[in-house]
């Protein structure tokens, strides 16, 4: 472990001043959320933007007084400038092991979008070159830090449900034509884009990982879906002979909802995965249901304020650059079933840390921003 890497000595400094961000990448989720995001996440403060639109860095480094802005040329150059501490890599995922990399060997810390990569190898090198160069790597779950989800957890752990049994989920949406999640060059795929979501609310519901996986993946024809899936359903088993089953769609209408079925109740998280819109819960117990409404928030500002934390205190990002794996392999495995149309058994895989109502972070939503040539990918918005 080389202790001469720049993160170490700005680390050390960075502990009575705020941490410095890169956004690398300034497509629709860093325009929509995490650039307005830093006006919630005092402790942390926008240097540079990254990105090969000169458009974009111009009117954008204008609207949020970023001092500079590189292109992806020029990404090294940032990186090595000494006027940053960490990057918030939002690019398409095809990109995210290169880019993670790269600012790892310069001592850079790193917090990048899930999911963390396309292959359980390009996981393994992002995590490698952290530990190796000493720097700390997060991936962005926001709902790891979201009230609504974590108290779900918190209640199918508290017994009120009885024996959970079983988890079932549908997110789906209209995806544009064009979008980079219908490429699969870039990593595209529902499971990639949104079935990360079902398969990472399961997994900490039931505080497991699955044993064994099977899929089926559909597609209606159309052009836009010539290189992706336009439909996956999954099964999931897990230890104790509990099952978690989804559906994700880039083709269907506007939905986004999760169930837990245990022996006494069950709850809805309806809508679950959402950031732009209030979540609810509909807890039935003993025939009798009471719905609450958890109000709409920012929900990026969180995972800054968190990781900064980390990179000034030293401690551990939890979710970790091991809980991305932990969902990539899940998805692999579930492309690799549907292509077989076989059941695929899964390693084992050690995963003890969970989030928590700890990790809770509340912050007032914001304001929509107006977005300088990017797009929302459904069609609806």
Do not use: W
């Not at 292509?339 to 084992?348: A, T, W």
């Amino acid at each position: 472990m080389n202790t001469d890497k720049k993160s170490v000595r700005d680390t050390s400094s960075a502990r009575n001043r705020k941490v410095r961000y890169a956004i690398v990448g300034l497509g629709y989720i860093a325009q929509s959320a995490v650039l307005p995001a830093f006006a919630n996440a005092k402790n942390s403060e926008l240097l540079a933007l990254v990105s090969d639109d000169a458009t974009k860095l111009k009117t954008l480094s204008k609207k949020y007084k970023v001092p500079l802005t590189f292109s992806f040329e020029d990404y090294d150059l940032c990186l090595s400038s000494g006027e940053v501490d960490a990057v918030y890599i939002a690019l398409p995922n095809s990109m995210h092991r290169d880019y993670s990399v790269r600012a790892c060997e310069q001592g850079i810390h790193v917090l990048c979008e899930k999911p963390m990569a396309v292959t359980e190898a390009e996981c393994k090198d992002m995590i490698n070159a952290a530990v190796d160069n000493n720097v700390k790597l997060m991936v962005a779950y926001r709902l790891h830090f979201e009230e609504a989800n974590l108290k779900a957890i918190e209640l199918t752990q508290s017994g009120k449900l009885g024996d959970v049994r079983a988890f079932n989920s549908v997110f789906t949406m209209q995806v544009k034509e064009g979008d980079i999640r219908v490429q699969k060059e870039l990593g595209g795929g529902t499971l990639y884009d949104i079935g990360i979501y079902c398969i990472n609310a399961v997994r900490n519901i039931f505080r497991a990982e699955p044993v064994e996986v099977f899929a089926l993946s559909a597609n209606n024809g159309e052009k836009r879906f010539e290189e992706i899936d336009e439909m996956t359903s999954a099964i999931l088993r897990f230890p104790g002979d509990r099952l978690a089953s989804f559906t994700t769609s880039f083709g269907a209408a506007d939905i986004s909802f999760y169930e837990i079925i245990g022996t006494d109740g069950t709850l809805r998280v309806d809508p679950a995965y959402e950031y732009a819109d209030d979540l609810k819960h509909q807890l039935t117990l003993k025939g009798k249901t009471r719905e609450r409404v958890f109000r709409k928030r920012d929900q990026f500002a969180p995972e800054l304020i968190y990781f900064s934390d980390c990179v000034t205190t030293g401690n551990d990002p939890e979710p970790s650059g091991t809980e991305g794996l932990a969902d990539v392999r899940i998805i692999r495995a579930l492309y690799k079933s549907a292509e077989n149309g076989e059941p695929v058994r899964m390693d084992n895989f050690e995963k003890e840390e969970r989030p928590t109502m700890e990790q809770e972070i509340h912050k007032m939503p914001v304001d929509k921003p107006r977005l300088v040539r990017a797009a929302a990918p459904s069609r609806k918005d």
